[in-house]
């Protein structure tokens, strides 16, 4: 495995956690954070946790099974290769059975209990259960050698919601009323080491409007506040943004603009209409108002301190292509 030289606001880490406010585009921030990890060469687990297929969709391959499966290559760097991304889907089924092999030699027990449906009632009954069984497999990923050296570079982790994420990732706590000592805590207390451990931080990706900025800000002072600093806020990811917003919030007012658009539409042939330019006036007066407020929204997004990048919005979709552009964006900026 190649390793990397090369200084990022993240050098250490290996479990990458993405969060998100919904429609934000966490998924593919998580996906083009991996590919960007793996262009040094790096092999780069990308995981989701929430049952959406969400990473095959994106990489368009066909639905993942709870297996390990290579969906990209990373672009080549500096003339060295890119590493490889593969991908998994955790469930908590999947998962308990993964765990009762692993540590029980138990496999064909937990195939049974999934049968019966024990396994669906413990997680219904305690949800903290399903959280450490899904954290539980990152931090496997994570800690996982073989001839002595880790078999992922890194590991990204597409988690829950912003507001769902301090439960998640707060599983000592979650497991206290459920198993004081024993294996499953035992479990969560690994689960944690890793998890407030410096190799560990979670990113929030936003939009630059009132509500998922709002979360972002939550999200990161809840983190701060339920592990006393141990499960360290990484980036802001501020997807989706519009080239020269900047500038357009700066321009000046309508009626100036108005007249400069009616003079614009002669010089093109195209008459002295008063009405065309007041309407093409009016959309950019409400394109500025826009602009003006998504950059006090991005002043908000100092305010925590953390590292903050900016993705483009990509107009007509987001394909493999996108990926890679948007992980030349992450590296640019020093986010991998």
Known sequence: MVVSVRDTDWDGVRLHVVTGKGGTGKTTVAAALAL????DGRRVLLMEVEGRQGI???????PLPYEERRVAVAPAQDGRPGGDVFALAVDPQSAMIDYLEMFYNLRQAG???TKLGVLDFATTIAPGLSDVLLTGKA???VRRKSGGSPVYGAVVMDAPPTGRIGRFLNVTSEVSGLAKVGPIRGHADTVQNVIRSPQTVVHFVTLLEEMPVQETLDGIAELREISAGEIRPGGIFVNMTRPGAAE???RGDGDRQADMLSLALKAAGLGDDP???ADLAAELSDEERTARAQQAQRRLLDAPGQPCYELPLISDGIDLAGLYRLAAELRGQGAA
Request: aromatic share 4%.
């Open 36 to 39: 960007a990890l793996a262009c």
């Open 56 to 62: 095959a969709q994106l990489f368009d391959v066909p």
């Open 111 to 113: 195939r049974a209990l």
């Open 139 to 141: 931090a496997e990923a």
């Open 248 to 250: 357009l919030a700066d």
């Open 275 to 277: 009405d065309l330019a």
